[in-house]
């Protein structure tokens, strides 16, 4: 069984920050991690995944500079440090596992339930 459950989303203000956590059970412990979003009326968008390992990260351009993706193993937990928050990051963010499509990043086989995250102008 694998399971994956995100939590830090809330509401922030326009050039606040949150912190992001995906926290994994299961096969995704040794397994990379990939983070999405899904704002209203757009296509879900990839944004970072980190390698089991943590040495391979990947960043869209959308958040390159801006977000950070790190883990920690040992407590079986991903984060997304998201710095400079404006309001179109507002969306439903998700992390996701599977079978790895490149050395960074994931197939979403699993996803976890999403948290919202709201940035107000």
């Known amino acids: 069984q694998v399971y994956l459950v995100e939590s830090g989303g809330g509401l922030v203000q326009a050039g606040g920050s949150l912190r992001l956590s995906c926290a994994a059970s299961?096969?995704?412990?040794?397994?990379?991690i990939g983070w999405f979003r899904q704002a209203p009326g757009k296509e879900r968008e990839g944004i970072s995944c980190?390698?089991?390992?943590?040495?391979?990260?990947y960043y869209a351009d959308s958040v390159k500079g801006r977000f950070t993706i790190s883990r920690d193993n040992a407590k079986n937990t991903v984060y997304l440090q998201m710095n400079s928050l404006n309001p179109e990051d507002t969306a439903v963010y998700y992390c996701?596992?599977?079978?790895?499509?490149?050395?960074?990043?994931?197939?979403?086989?699993?996803w976890g339930q999403g948290t919202q995250v709201t940035v107000s102008s």
């Open positions: 299961g096969l995704t412990l040794t397994t990379a």
């Open positions: 980190i390698s089991k390992s943590g040495g391979s990260k």
């Open positions: 996701a596992t599977g079978q790895l499509y490149n050395s960074s990043c994931p197939r979403g086989d699993y």
